[in-house]
């Protein structure tokens, strides 16, 4: 029971070590006129996925770059809602991601982004390499077969946070809309109720006078 146990608490020290992946996701404003860029330091060439959406603010679109350290834009999105990009990092370096609302003179943006990198492959190599001699005294599957099956793991895991990520954005998105809509449409309620109300506070008053007129031609005429 004990050697079991080992092997469990062992295996999950390994899968929390692999799933600390290098990842950012964040909202921000961009206000009118206004470019916002996020900086991301990358120590070593890999790749990169970079996904944004805006999610309230005018017709929901932004002008959003990737630009590398030696200034070489990488990608370049025109008054877009959304996108995915992935990219191949070659050059270290700090990397620039620049969301542009300068287009729009009166509405701010609000932008989801998230960023994934691969920066941690050799630190997991090296959490692997103290771990595997202690496990391969209590189990007969190889290190390469249990590096596999929990890298795979991983990847699931990592998957399932990125869905959960685009769904929050989607829902925020969804709230954003109706909430604009619903404070349109209270707008547009009263405007009517109000116009409903001048008519008709309007309409009695112009009867009412014609009967005063009458009332007071009569008089005269008795007279």
Request: hydrophobic share 40%.
């Amino acid at each position: 029971m004990a050697v079991w146990w080992r092997i469990v608490t062992l295996s999950l020290t390994l899968l929390v070590k692999l799933v600390a992946t290098a990842e950012v996701d964040l909202t921000l404003e961009v206000s009118a006129g206004q470019e916002e860029c996020l900086f991301q330091f990358i120590k070593k060439p890999s790749n990169l996925e970079v996904e944004y959406q805006v999610i309230e603010g005018g017709d929901l679109d932004v002008d959003f770059s990737i630009i590398s350290p030696n200034g070489q834009r990488l990608a370049h999105d025109l008054r877009k809602s959304e996108n995915v990009h992935k990219v191949e990092v070659k050059v270290p370096g700090a990397y620039r991601f620049c969301m542009d609302n300068s287009f729009s003179r009166f509405t701010h943006k609000v932008v989801f982004f998230e960023l994934l990198t691969e920066d941690d492959e050799d630190e997991d190599d090296k959490d692997w390499d103290l771990e595997k001699d202690e496990i391969a005294e209590y189990i007969d599957m190889t290190i390469e077969d249990l590096k596999t099956l929990i890298g795979t793991v991983k990847s699931n895991l990592e998957k399932t946070s990125q869905i959960q990520s685009i769904l929050r954005v989607y829902e925020s998105r969804d709230r954003s809309q109706m909430e604009h809509n619903y404070e349109r449409v209270n707008f547009m309620s009263g405007v009517q109720v109000f116009i409903m109300l001048s008519v008709g506070i309007t309409q009695v008053l112009m009867i009412r006078n014609l009967f005063t007129e009458k009332y007071s031609t009569g008089t005269k005429t008795h007279t």
